[in-house]
């Protein structure tokens, strides 16, 4: 709601500064008081919920598409070969916490709100890859599916009708933890300086300019 309506939430403008009511506390006026450019603090978060949310979307869905791709490619090949190459790679992302990860990327490809959704999405990869696979696997080996290649049914018609349906059953799930260490990252990346630049309401940014 307040990404969508934002102006039936507050009256304020973000971004405009009045320097004559500088570190106000909470009032009738403005709900959580105003910051060092007399900037309504509600508006502001308000408005915030756009990039931290948002950018906090945008991540969970790269990761969530590679990270089930992955997932699927290790949990339905007949191949131990490509099993392992993949879930090695799983390995090497998940050595790395992923906000350093993230630092680690940003650091190679610069600032800004592309590469901060790209660098937390790879890092996000893992958790769904390893979820996805475990899901695929089990229903693989399932009787149904054994009796599904008995019958006669192709191996891709298998997995269209017996191993996604009930192998992404988790991904909501997934996608609701995961958005939550999402917008965390955001919000802690862009208070190192990393993520959208001020005067932007961003929810890390907020804080990294209340700091003094």
Known sequence: FFIAFPHIVTSHDPLETDLL??????????????????????ARIVYGARYSIGIGLAVTLIALVFGTILGVLAGTTRSRAVDTVAMRCIDVLSSFPSVLLALVIVGLTGAGIPN??????????????????????????????????TFGLSRWQILMRHVLPNSLGVIPYMITISLGGAIMGVSGLSFLGIGPQPPTPEWGTILAESRN
């Not at 009511?21 to 007399?38: F, Q």
């Not at 890092?123 to 890859?129: C, D, E, K, L, V």
């Open 21 to 42: 009511a500088v570190n106000l506390s909470p009032s009738a006026e403005h709900w959580a008081g105003t910051d060092y450019l007399g900037r309504d603090l509600f």
């Open 116 to 149: 901060l959704i790209v660098a937390l999405g790879i890092g996000g990869i893992p958790s769904f890859a390893r979820m996805i696979r475990a899901e695929t696997k089990g229903v693989v080996l399932s009787e149904y599916v054994e009796q599904a290649t």
